[in-house]
């Protein structure tokens, strides 16, 4: 009995040690995560989103540049013909979308939807480790097919992300983006996202994130990334009233 209890003490005392440890990996798990979406402070990412009805076939597409930049800035350029000529930028926590022919920006919210499930904020804003905080909840199986996966439950940090909690998924070995939970500020799952890779074995990047409404349609919106190099853009055309008055920026 004496040894049973010195082994369950020992356990006990291992776990409690390895809790503080796992909770300090967190900020540098969610960079790893992150260099799979963007591999660089200043990115552009051509982007194309498509929407699926629930029986599989195909509802809509479209297509956007995206150049995601430091600092929590991101500008999205529309590039589909009934879009075409409207920007999204994005300063830290404010969001302006700018219309063709307007010289007022007007101010969204990063939930402001731009096709099907995917909002604004869901392609302006790439980076885990600069807007989350959390801890390791587990470790256990996930994807498709199954592998040790790591489980992050995050919090946000700031108060201009798209979602105030998310549970993450990332894989063990090389903690590429698996699957995430996504709630808004209502504590509510809003969407359920599943990640692409590249290459299922050896993994450099995520070529999609797939997207699946849970509060209303449950219709699939998948956001593929075509592209992506390094980019950075001038300084003017992070500035909404620079973007009004200049419309035409290629």
């Known amino acids: 009995m004496t040894s049973r209890i010195f082994r369950i003490a020992c356990a006990t005392v291992l776990i409690l040690a390895a809790a503080p440890a796992l909770a300090e990996d967190v900020p540098a798990l969610l960079k790893a995560a992150d260099r799979y979406r963007m591999s660089s402070s200043n990115m552009q990412v051509d982007t194309q989103i498509s929407v699926f009805n629930t029986d599989g076939t195909p509802d809509k597409e479209r297509r956007y540049k995206v150049f995601a930049q430091a600092n929590h800035q991101s500008l999205v350029l529309m590039q589909s013909p009934a879009e075409k000529g409207q920007k999204v930028l994005m300063l830290g926590d404010d969001y302006w979308l700018l219309m063709p022919g307007s010289q007022r920006p007007l101010r969204i919210s990063p939930m402001q939807k731009l096709l099907g499930d995917a909002s604004t904020g869901d392609i302006a804003t790439m980076s885990w480790a600069d807007d989350y905080s959390g801890t390791v909840a587990g470790e256990e199986p996930c994807g498709e097919p199954a592998q040790p996966c ?62 699946r409404d849970q509060l209303t349609n449950k219709k699939e919106t998948q956001v593929r990334y075509l592209g992506r190099s390094e980019h950075t853009v001038p300084e003017a055309w992070l500035n909404p009233m620079f973007l009004a008055r200049n419309p035409a920026l290629e």
């Open 150 to 211: 790591l489980h992050l439950s995050l919090q946000a940090a700031r108060k201009g992300v798209t979602y105030q909690h998310i549970e993450l998924w990332i894989g063990k070995a090389r903690h590429e983006p698996v699957k995430a939970d996504l709630y808004v500020q209502s504590d509510k799952l809003a969407k359920q996202a599943r990640f692409v890779m590249d290459k299922a074995q050896a993994p450099t990047a995520v070529t999609a994130m797939l997207l």
